[in-house]
């Protein structure tokens, strides 16, 4: 069946770590097609990528995670921090400047 209105809602999901990542991956592969993932470094993967020893967790991994995110039709904005660019309540309210100007009908924060 052809999937509804819902499916299409604008959805923010506030940071690129593997909760952020996880819940953008499922919601896209369940059929939503409007995901943002704003992330307030230069690259995704939260402490997945920046505090867990390479022979432990290599990068290589968490990178392949986010590209197959991305490929799933999921959109990340990089440098966009929470608190200094935005507040979550303000995502509801008006969206995000340059990102999207109207209101997200889900916000979940990672």
Known sequence: PAPT???HQPIAVIGAG???VSCASFLARLGYTNID???AKSYGG???SSEIPQYRLDAA???WEIKLMEDLGVKVHYEKCLGKDY???SLKEKGLEG???S???AVFCG
């Open 99 to 101: 990102v999207r100007d």
């Open 61 to 63: 991994h968490v990178l």
């Open 46 to 48: 939260g402490l997945s």
């Open 18 to 20: 593997p909760a952020g």
């Open 5 to 7: 209105a819902a499916y």
């Open 87 to 89: 507040i979550a309540l």
């Open 37 to 39: 993932v704003l992330e």
């Open 103 to 105: 209101p997200y009908s």
